[in-house]
């Protein structure tokens, strides 16, 4: 982040709306404050990256719709995954390949990625699932929600299913998969993975609207879902 050093008089730290690049003074570099005030605009500019770059790979990422749609994997933070992955690897087509869009490298700056990586660690959100249909609106909405828990809360706090409550057009639901702890629902599909141990995941539907039910259904031992396909 861009500052000048001038002399005290000249010095616009503690100006509302100063220009930039910013005018301290030595002894204000020093002051927790001004660094504080940094690195909250440095953090606004790799956010606003952030999003650019997710922008991006959604609208790709959306014109392609499987045949029974389903919807796609979101990882940004983790470098081992290359880019935006189709829920089902094994059921991919010309039309509805694995992984779409050009790779997180190419549309997020690193500092982005790192930021995003910060914030789903400490909201301990392993993997975004984003079914087709919803729209990069509600999509940004919904992470905007882990922003401000992370800010609110100083990366301290997780992300649970209320703090979603009066998204619009939107249901979040939030899963740990786990042996023996598969996602069941009457409204809402359960997304296709291939096998991995353990994680996190945050789902982002369509609303269905109406009552949500729990129904008891088989569970296949030998798939223990995780979102492996979107790591090719």
């Known amino acids: 982040m861009a500052v000048e050093v001038v002399d005290p008089a000249r010095s616009e730290a503690t100006e509302f709306d100063p220009q930039w690049p910013l005018k301290v003074s030595v002894a204000e570099l020093e002051a927790g404050p001004v660094k504080e005030r940094l690195d909250r605009r440095d953090e606004i500019k790799v956010r606003r990256q952030l999003f650019r770059g997710l922008q991006k790979l ?6 392609f719709k499987g045949p029974a749609g389903g919807g796609f994997w ?3 933070h983790w470098w081992f995954v290359e880019g935006v992955g189709r829920e089902d690897a094994d059921a991919a087509t ?3 390949p694995p992984l779409v869009g050009p790779a997180y490298s190419r549309v997020i700056p690193a500092r982005a ?3 995003a990586h910060a914030v789903l660690r400490a909201t301990q959100v392993d993997m975004i699932f984003v079914e087709d249909g919803v729209t990069f609106r509600n999509l940004e909405r919904t992470l905007r929600v882990l922003t401000e828990l992370y800010d609110v ?31 069941r629902s009457d ?18 539907f369509r609303d269905r609207g109406g009552h949500e039910e729990l129904t008891d259904q088989p569970f296949d031992f030998s798939s223990t879902p995780a979102p492996a396909g979107a790591m090719g």
């Open 74 to 76: 979101l990882a940004p």
């Open 113 to 115: 990625r790192q930021h």
């Open 58 to 63: 959604f609208k790709r990422a959306s014109a």
């Open 94 to 96: 010309d039309d509805a």
């Open 153 to 183: 809360h100083g990366g301290k706090r997780r992300a649970e299913e209320m703090h979603f409550r009066g998204l619009p057009r939107v249901k979040v639901m939030i899963h740990e998969y786990e042996p023996g702890n598969p996602f």
């Open 187 to 204: 409204l809402y599909p359960e997304p296709k993975f291939d096998d991995l141990s353990r994680v996190r995941v945050l789902h982002i």
